[in-house]
């Protein structure tokens, strides 16, 4: 069945560092990939999502490039901010509606 | 500007006593979730519904009973609440359209079993 891996946290990292969440997932088909950022005490939020191979999403400095190839979805950001600090959820839809979760990855910005 | 508005967003339970999340969402989408999220587990997926008068199990379903009687909401029922009960529980809603399926998610209901 269908499936989605993240790397474990937390990921600590100082401001202004280079940030990389991986993520793998396992499904049959074409699924939509995205990924959702969680801050404390609320909902989950949608932070970019990619919907073909090799398409590229991006919103507030973050990226992330569906790759069939390599069954992965990487999150990247070039410079985190304290701000950025939250949960972060790759999740993958596919032809049904569902929407398959990872785990989550805990990120903590220190100033 | 409402989008999945969830209530109540707090409440506490004895164990046997029942209660139901109410999901309310004014985006027209066809499709409805209800989510569990508990440390370390991410988000799993309790039932679903596709469309009005409709409903379906998802990865956890066991102890729970929903019910889609109008397409703008989505109702989630415990008919005895049990201490592995106690979650933050999420409702969403989305719409497949040429860009896929984005989905929308509630702020969330804190539910504790005691």
């Known amino acids: 069945g269908n499936s989605v891996t993240q790397m474990e946290g937390p990921v600590t990292l100082s401001e202004e560092a280079f940030l990389t969440i991986n993520c793998t997932y396992t499904?049959?088909?074409?699924?939509?990939l995205f990924w959702y950022v969680q801050y404390p005490g609320e909902g989950l939020q949608l932070l970019l999502k990619?919907?073909?191979?090799?398409d590229k999403g991006s919103n507030k400095g973050f990226e992330a490039t569906y790759r069939k190839e390599t069954t992965s979805f990487h999150l990247e950001k070039g410079s985190v901010q304290v701000s950025d600090s939250a949960v972060y959820f790759c999740?993958?839809?596919?032809?049904?509606?569902?929407?398959?979760f990872g785990q989550g990855t805990t990120l903590q910005v220190k100033p | 500007n409402a989008g999945v508005t969830q209530t109540p967003k707090f409440r506490v339970l004895k164990t046997g006593q029942s209660m139901t999340l109410l999901c309310a969402q004014d985006?027209?989408?066809?499709?409805m979730y209800w989510y569990r999220q508990d440390p370390g587990m991410g988000l799993r997926l309790i039932h679903y519904?596709?469309?009005?008068?409709?409903?379906a199990k998802g990865e956890v379903p066991d102890g729970y009973n929903v019910s889609r009687l109008k397409k703008q909401n989505f109702l989630l029922g415990l008919e005895s609440a049990a201490p592995s009960q106690t979650s933050v529980y999420f409702c969403?809603?989305?719409?497949?359209?040429?860009?896929?399926?984005?989905?929308?998610f509630g702020e969330g209901s804190w539910l504790t079993v005691v």
């Open positions: 969403a809603s989305s719409r497949m359209d040429r860009d896929g399926n984005t989905i929308y």
């Open positions: 499904a049959t088909g074409y699924p939509s």
């Open positions: 990619a919907t073909k191979a090799d």
């Open positions: 999740a993958l839809s596919s032809n049904t509606g569902k929407l398959i």
């Open positions: 985006m027209n989408h066809e499709y």
């Open positions: 519904s596709v469309g009005e008068g409709t409903t």
